[in-house]
Structures are given as C-alpha cells and as structure tokens.
C-alpha cells in the first residue's frame, strides 16, 4: 500500500488480500493446500447468520411466540425480541428503531454485532414495556419477531456464539472439485484456522477503524477527524471518495455538511458540530455514539493482535504446536470458553497440556493489550509486542488513556486458533449465477468473537 500526496490510500490491487495486510492478516492455515477460489456474499440469501444463546439454541429466523403482555407481579421490566435485519449493520437496525419509538439509544441492549450484507437474527431488549410498538413496527429490512416480557435484560457478550449458512460462488468446475472440498472441511474441523479479528472490525472499504482509535488514545483529535472524515481509500464508493476529496481540496465545513451523503450521518454529525463549534476537534469527534468511540479503540487492540499473530508466523512458529513461553489457557467443560487458569508451556507439566490440546481441553492464547495486562506473564509474546510497537512507533504506554478508563480496556486473551463445530457442505450444485461455474454451501458455528469471514478466507484465498 502506498500513500498518495493526496493523502488517498491507494492499495495496489484492490482486493480482500491487499485490505487484509493493511490490519495485520497476514497469513493462512490453508496456504499448503490447493485453491479452490470463488466468491462470497453475491445475495442477501448468500450470508445467513444465526445467533447461538448461551444454552446452545440457534434462533430461529422464523420463529415467533404467541401473544404476551407485561406482568407486574413478575416483575417484567424489558422487552425481549428477534430482530431479523437484511443488508443493515446493527448500529443501523438499532437507530432506526431508536427513531421511529422515540427512545434514546441507552434504552437498547444488544449481546453481539452482526455482518451488514447478510441476513441475520439476534436477540434484543429494551428497558419498559414496548410489546405494541413492535408489533405494530414497519421498516424496511427489519422484522421483529418472538416478543416477549422479561426481568433482565440482553447483556453485551452474553450469547454463545452464531450459526453460519453460507454460500461460496463463481467456482470453477472441477473433476476433484468435491475431494478438495472435503480436504479443507477435514483440515478445518480438525486443527482450525487463525483466529484473526477481520476486517468487518476494521472496515472492509475504509479499513481506518484501528487508526481512528489509535488517534484517539494518542489524544490527536484533529487527527483523528481527519482520518474518519476526509482520508479516502481506493476501496471504498466513488461517492464517498469524491465528497472527501472535495472536503479535503476546500476545507470548507458548510459546503462539505450539504454535499456529503446522507448514509455518511457520523461524518455529518462531527462536522456539524465544527461548523458550531470551530476548531473543537475533541468535542466534535465525542458527538460519535459512545458504543462506535469504544469499538474504534478496541479496533486499535485488535490490530495489535493481528500483528502479533502474523508476526508469530513470520518467524517461523507454529501456530498449532506450543513452545517455550506460550500461555495456555484450560477451557471450560460447559461451553468450551477460555478460562483464567493457565499455564507456560516450558516446564514440568507439558505433557499433560499437550494432552489437553489434543483433546480439545486447551489452547494457546495471545493477550488483548489492555491497562491491566503484564506482559512478563505472556514470555513468548513480549518480544513480538515490542518489535511490534518499535516498527510502528507506537508508545508502550498509549492505553494508559483517560479514554480507557473503564473495565472494556482492562485486557483478555485470546486464542490464538478457533476451530469450527460442525463444519459441513449442505450443497455443491451449478451456480446459478455463473454459467459453468459451481456454487458450494456451507453450514458451521463459530463461538462469540471469531470471524466467519476468516474460515472462508482460508478455503477461497
């Protein structure tokens, strides 16, 4: 990727590869395998995405329930519905239902954020008594189904994961087309993929979400204006690109509030506010909801991550086997999550977690940086980090932050490796779509925070 003196990112091809490198993805599990190709997310239809709740049920697209009214002798304090959304992100779904019912945005619980072009379920809440409204709500794109009163809320995270039924197109035909595909679905189930964050963290047309947060920890406001406002990429529409560049040519607020899209209300809502308020960057940047200020700083944790685990790998280290100074996490018998009991693989020990990663009862896990993490406790890890932050001339104590205050900064682990549960072909069949071409479905599901996007990475390339 180079940069142009207009400031315009410019990547050299264009493609999900190219964007990928930018956030830190630099690798795949597959890469010794043969390339099947093809494409993803053509329709609507082609992404179906479920949520798991933490009992292990899938929603149901079409569920509903049958009619339900609030108690008070139960204590009913919320209510609890499906939102079926098609082509929205689920900021979007949730401010126009915030709009047309009149409620400010902390009214509304979500446990998990689903892809934009897709079709998707989730479960969602709002605090009093809504069971009208939402029966009787019209949006396009957005259904409400399985209404119902309940005494707690949805909480941030509180699902398990989702189910993906996903259709992989514009494949070329061949004879040991099904054999490869069987390969890959072997190879996945039995040693998973990196368990990169990607690129919907990001963003897969102006992949800026890390560098914004970066600015904002490094408490460069104007700086980060400028890059959520003005910085154009080359992947991202024409509409935008020209509105930005104009922006970016004149400086001119008032012309930029009329010409830029309505669909771009962040970027019209911060310059309004410098059109009232001239040179009050902090402020302007703050009129952003305080959910998207906080994903915009996790976005910056989540590059760290990602640099890590490529530079893991470009050192030559497995990402499947341990070695000296890897941590390794027990997971829990109930749900298979990460716990907090782990262990440095090195020691007396290693030959019963070695056992407890072949069983599925372990795995490696790299540290979320955050304002609690040790780095003394993660040995292999601490030099990649300060190689890392040397490179990009990053100050080791940037999450030091009054911004990350708050117990969402604090740090976590992660695996390193996500398997899938159930990876299986549901079809192979002619593409509609593509004369002479076929077209493969797919049905898996991936825990709360893995990436879809990254299994089929590893199969189309």
Known sequence: MSKLETDTYSFRENNEIDVERFVGIQTFATHHMGVIGGEYKKEFKDFIVREIDKNGKILDIKEDSSAHSFSKELKDRYTTFNLIKIN??????????????????????????????????????????YIEKLRNLKIKNIFIRNIIPSKKPVKLGSHWGNNFTIVLRNIKDDKNLRNKIEEYIKFLNNFGFPNYFGLQRFGKYRPNSHIVGRCLLEGNFKKAFEEFVSTTYSTESMESKLARREFRKTGNLEKAYKEFPNRLNYEKNIIHH?????????????????????????????????????????????????????????????????????????????????????????????????????????????????????????????????????????????????????????????DDLNLGKKKIKFEFSLQKGTYATMLIREIIK
């Open 88 to 129: 929205k992100d689920t900021f979007e779904a949730i401010r126009k239902i915030r709009k047309v019912l009149q409620i400010p945005y902390n009214l509304i619980k979500y446990s998990g954020l689903k892809d934009k072009f897709s079709i998707s379920v989730q479960k969602i809440s709002i605090k009093g008594d």
């Open 274 to 430: 410098l059109i009232e308020n001239p040179e009050d960057y902090e402020g302007s940047i703050n009129t952003l909801p305080s959910d998207l200020k906080k994903l915009l700083i996790s976005s910056f944790q989540s590059y760290l991550f990602n640099k890590m685990l490529s530079k893991r790998v470009e050192k030559g280290f497995s990402l499947f086997k341990p070695m000296k100074g890897d941590v390794i996490s027990i997971l829990d018998d109930y749900n298979g999550n990460l716990t907090q009991v782990k262990y440095i693989y090195g020691n007396s020990y290693d030959s019963y977690l070695k056992k407890a990663l072949n069983l599925n009862r372990a795995t490696i896990v790299f540290p979320i940086i955050g304002t609690n993490t040790n780095l003394d406790e993660f040995p292999s890890v601490k030099l990649l980090f300060e190689e890392i932050i040397k490179e990009e001339g990053i100050d080791k104590h940037i999450l030091t932050n009054k911004l990350v205050n708050g117990q969402e900064f604090k740090g976590s682990i992660r695996a390193i490796i996500v398997k899938p549960t159930a990876l299986k072909v549901l079809e192979l069949a002619d």
